[in-house]
């Protein structure tokens, strides 16, 4: 979604998959939009960007390449915390984020884990 004109397009969807998309104005929209027409939100992100707490040099030493400062990431991780806080159900490509992830919700909000898979 590349800006809030185009959330209008999506008026006959029937899910909102978000991907990897930290909390903005737009996504909060969207959200919103979603929630009122009963759509459920799913978010899906592969790394440990929703843990604002290990933002540090000493963990992540790449943040001294990224152009970022510890606070500006951190920042960024917890605009990523309140995307998985705010979705219905969320995806992710491990056993170890998707355990992350679930501790994070039994804590901040309502959401699930989608298994891995086809339905049939």
Known sequence: M???KRITELDDNQITWIWRVPWSETVAQL????RRRR???????????????LATIEIIDGIR??????????SLCERFRRTLSE???????TPTLARE???IQSCDGHSQR???????
């Open 2 to 4: 590349s800006g809030g």
């Open 114 to 120: 989608l298994r891995a898979g086809a339905a049939r």
């Open 65 to 74: 390449y990224m152009g970022l400062t510890e606070q500006g990431l951190r």
């Open 31 to 34: 959200v919103e939009m979603s």
């Open 39 to 53: 759509v459920p939100v799913v978010f899906d992100i592969d790394d440990l960007l929703f843990r604002p707490e």
């Open 101 to 103: 992830a679930l501790a």
């Open 87 to 93: 979705a219905d159900h969320f995806t992710t490509t």
